[in-house]
Protein backbone atom coordinates (compact mmCIF):
# COMPACT_ATOMS: atom_id res chain seq x y z
CA UNK A 1 0.00 0.00 0.00
CA UNK A 2 2.71 1.99 1.03
CA UNK A 3 4.42 1.75 -2.34
CA UNK A 4 1.73 2.22 -4.30
CA UNK A 5 1.11 5.66 -2.52
CA UNK A 6 4.79 6.61 -3.51
CA UNK A 7 4.33 5.86 -7.11
CA UNK A 8 1.39 7.60 -7.25
CA UNK A 9 2.98 10.65 -5.34
CA UNK A 10 6.38 10.43 -7.86
CA UNK A 11 3.49 10.20 -10.80
CA UNK A 12 1.37 13.32 -10.08
CA UNK A 13 4.90 15.40 -9.15
CA UNK A 14 6.02 14.70 -12.45
CA UNK A 15 2.95 15.94 -14.44
CA UNK A 16 3.24 19.31 -12.51
CA UNK A 17 6.81 19.78 -12.85
CA UNK A 18 6.54 19.48 -16.43
CA UNK A 19 2.92 21.12 -16.86
CA UNK A 20 4.92 24.44 -15.05
CA UNK A 21 7.92 24.11 -17.29
CA UNK A 22 5.35 24.22 -20.54
CA UNK A 23 3.37 26.83 -19.45
CA UNK A 24 6.79 29.29 -18.26
CA UNK A 25 8.17 28.68 -21.84
CA UNK A 26 5.32 29.56 -23.69
CA UNK A 27 4.11 32.66 -21.77
CA UNK A 28 7.46 34.80 -23.34
CA UNK A 29 7.30 36.72 -26.17
CA UNK A 30 9.78 39.03 -27.89
CA UNK A 31 9.08 42.68 -28.59
CA UNK A 32 10.32 45.11 -30.65
CA UNK A 33 9.32 49.11 -31.21
CA UNK A 34 11.06 50.28 -34.98
CA UNK A 35 12.20 53.67 -34.05
CA UNK A 36 11.61 57.24 -35.15
CA UNK A 37 13.34 60.12 -35.60
CA UNK A 38 11.30 61.98 -32.24
CA UNK A 39 7.86 60.42 -32.70
CA UNK A 40 8.57 57.36 -29.96
CA UNK A 41 5.46 57.58 -27.29
CA UNK A 42 9.07 57.66 -24.74
CA UNK A 43 10.17 61.40 -23.98
CA UNK A 44 12.61 62.15 -26.57
CA UNK A 45 14.06 65.43 -25.86
CA UNK A 46 17.77 64.79 -25.66
CA UNK A 47 20.87 63.56 -26.86
CA UNK A 48 21.03 60.46 -25.19
CA UNK A 49 23.97 57.64 -24.70
CA UNK A 50 22.84 54.56 -25.26
CA UNK A 51 22.74 53.42 -21.47
CA UNK A 52 20.67 56.66 -20.57
CA UNK A 53 18.20 56.10 -23.79
CA UNK A 54 17.47 52.48 -22.56
CA UNK A 55 16.68 54.03 -19.22
CA UNK A 56 14.32 56.29 -20.84
CA UNK A 57 12.89 53.37 -22.48
CA UNK A 58 12.79 51.27 -19.40
CA UNK A 59 11.17 54.45 -17.64
CA UNK A 60 8.54 54.03 -20.04
CA UNK A 61 7.80 50.38 -19.71
CA UNK A 62 7.81 49.93 -16.41
CA UNK A 63 6.41 53.26 -15.06
CA UNK A 64 4.14 54.47 -17.14
CA UNK A 65 3.33 51.00 -18.90
CA UNK A 66 3.76 48.72 -16.15
CA UNK A 67 5.51 46.23 -18.25
CA UNK A 68 7.65 44.15 -16.46
CA UNK A 69 10.47 42.23 -19.21
CA UNK A 70 13.83 41.46 -19.84
CA UNK A 71 16.64 41.68 -21.96
CA UNK A 72 15.90 45.06 -23.26
CA UNK A 73 18.58 46.58 -26.17
CA UNK A 74 18.71 48.67 -29.38
CA UNK A 75 20.26 46.82 -32.58
CA UNK A 76 20.40 49.15 -35.83
CA UNK A 77 19.35 46.49 -37.96
CA UNK A 78 15.84 48.09 -38.62
CA UNK A 79 14.44 49.49 -42.06
CA UNK A 80 15.96 53.45 -42.48
CA UNK A 81 13.37 55.68 -44.23
CA UNK A 82 15.66 58.27 -45.25
CA UNK A 83 13.76 61.32 -44.42
CA UNK A 84 13.76 63.86 -41.51
CA UNK A 85 10.63 63.89 -40.31
CA UNK A 86 9.63 62.83 -36.86
CA UNK A 87 7.70 59.70 -38.08
CA UNK A 88 10.91 58.46 -40.13
CA UNK A 89 12.28 55.18 -38.96
CA UNK A 90 15.63 55.58 -37.88
CA UNK A 91 17.02 52.24 -38.57
CA UNK A 92 16.96 51.77 -34.62
CA UNK A 93 15.10 48.92 -33.36
CA UNK A 94 14.08 48.41 -29.76
CA UNK A 95 13.87 44.80 -28.56
CA UNK A 96 13.23 43.31 -25.19
CA UNK A 97 10.88 39.76 -24.23
CA UNK A 98 8.02 40.18 -21.94
CA UNK A 99 5.54 38.11 -20.22
CA UNK A 100 2.46 37.47 -22.64
CA UNK A 101 -0.14 39.54 -20.50
CA UNK A 102 1.67 42.62 -21.15
CA UNK A 103 1.26 41.88 -25.42
CA UNK A 104 -1.99 43.81 -25.17
CA UNK A 105 -1.21 46.91 -23.86
CA UNK A 106 2.19 47.07 -25.45
CA UNK A 107 0.13 46.39 -29.37
CA UNK A 108 -2.02 49.24 -28.12
CA UNK A 109 1.23 51.26 -27.88
CA UNK A 110 3.13 50.83 -31.30
CA UNK A 111 5.17 47.68 -30.11
CA UNK A 112 5.39 44.51 -32.63
CA UNK A 113 5.63 41.01 -31.99
CA UNK A 114 9.15 39.88 -32.76
CA UNK A 115 8.98 37.10 -35.16
Same mark, same amino acid.
Given at each position: ??????????????? #???????????????????????????????????????????????????????????????????????????????? #??????????????? #?????
Amino acid at each position: MKRLLFVSMMGLFAV #FSSFGEDEIGESQVDFLFKETGCSNPWSDSGNYTDTEYLQVVNDYLMTDLGVVYQGLHITDDGYTSGCKACTCLTGDVIR #FTADDEFSEILLENG #FEIDE
